[in-house]
């Protein structure tokens, strides 16, 4: 017979990385929101879940069953076959630790298949993300990335991070860039899935003695960060960029690669074209259609994204603040490292 996880009990072999978990609710539950690094073994597919629910709502629960032993008893033997191929500690989940995945977990123990149940399913495991979040209270000092469009924080973040030091990236883990042009080229995260992964990123530094993330506005994308990271963010150590024009207009055309995404460009630019001087906006407008990018990147951030982020800055008080003159990300990166508590 299988056996029954608490949450509690699940986070602790993830942390030790000797489970896998296995969402085994339709590919569009799974989109929408799943423990993170998750595979995807659907009891149902998302027509399949659609009919069953109609019949559930509009014949009897009996009937719903029996349609869905059918459906399920079909695709037993390839549902089985993917779990074999497995290795290692399996644990599997469904919306609230229901049929579905009750259901799997005695099918697959009968197939001498051992895997063990997420009580409460994902539902229990949101719950626990939004009660780790509410509970963020003492945080660690933190070191606050700033800098001017496409001074490569990001870049700089991410390496920083590969090389272990303790990092919230909190673009990558929103899916988005904190721009108008933020969503080109990548797909933008829901606010579950945000906090699943700031949870778990939170998780796995929380013995560091300090954070080092960027300076982000409250908003990216579709997400919104937690109170407590942004007050964290007020008072933490300011880490100033400062990058030639040059190199900040290469990394924006490395980052977003325009010429792929003309159109997505074009439709951005558009939101903000009314907030720009009339005639330089109608350049910008024109070196994007005549595919002039290094110009077009050059006048937006000149012209736009300069002028706003000097008035964010002027916000920020100046005592606890370090510049740093960065030619390069690597240049950057060493010193950052140099200011950084060993």
């Known amino acids: 017979m299988f ?50 629910g109609t019949i559930y709502k509009q014949v009897s629960i009996q009937a719903a069953k029996e349609r869905g032993l059918e459906i399920f008893s079909a695709k037993l033997p390839s549902f089985i076959k993917e779990f074999s191929q497995i290795p290692g500690k399996k644990a599997v989940f469904c919306w609230r630790g229901g049929m579905r995945s009750k259901t799997t977990a005695t099918v697959l123990s009968l197939m001498d298949i051992h ?44 390496r920083l991070q590969q090389s272990g030091y303790p990092v919230l990236n909190f673009e990558e883990l929103a899916g988005h860039r904190g721009s108008v042009f933020g969503n080109i080229g990548v797909k933008a995260h829901n606010q579950k899935k945000f906090d699943a992964s700031l949870v778990d990123e939170l998780l796995s530094i929380r013995q560091a003695p300090y954070l080092l993330f960027e300076a982000e506005s409250k908003r990216i994308g579709k997400v919104v960060i937690p109170e407590q990271l942004l007050q964290l963010k007020e008072v933490g150590h300011q880490i100033w960029l400062e990058v030639p024009l040059e190199t900040r207009v290469q990394h924006i055309l490395e980052e977003y690669r325009p010429w792929e995404h003309q159109e997505a460009c074009l439709k951005s630019f558009l939101q903000i074209k009314s907030r720009i001087h009339t005639p330089v906006a109608a350049e910008i407008d024109q070196c994007l259609k005549e595919e002039k990018y290094d110009r077009a990147v050059e006048l937006l951030l000149v012209y736009y994204y300069d002028q706003r982020y000097a008035h964010t800055a002027s916000g920020y008080n100046s005592e ?9 990300t690597e240049e950057a990166v060493e010193a950052i490292k140099q200011l950084l508590p060993t």
Do not use: M
Not at 15 to 35: G, L, M, W, Y
Not at 141 to 156: D, E, F
Not at 321 to 328: D, G
């Open 115 to 158: 895997v063990s149940r997420l009580e409460g399913g994902y539902r229990a495991f949101r719950q626990g993300v939004v009660q780790a979040l509410d509970e963020l209270a003492v945080l660690p000092t933190a070191y606050v990335l700033h800098g001017n469009t496409g001074s490569g924080k990001t870049a700089i973040l991410r």
């Open 3 to 52: 056996q029954d996880l608490k949450l509690h009990e699940l986070l602790d072999l993830r942390q030790q990385k000797k489970v896998v978990t296995i969402d085994v609710r339709s590919p569009s539950e799974f989109e929408d929101a799943t423990i993170p690094g998750s595979l995807n073994i659907p009891f149902f597919d998302d027509n399949e879940r659609a009919e069953i």
């Open 320 to 328: 606890n603040k370090t510049i740093i003159a960065a030619p390069s």
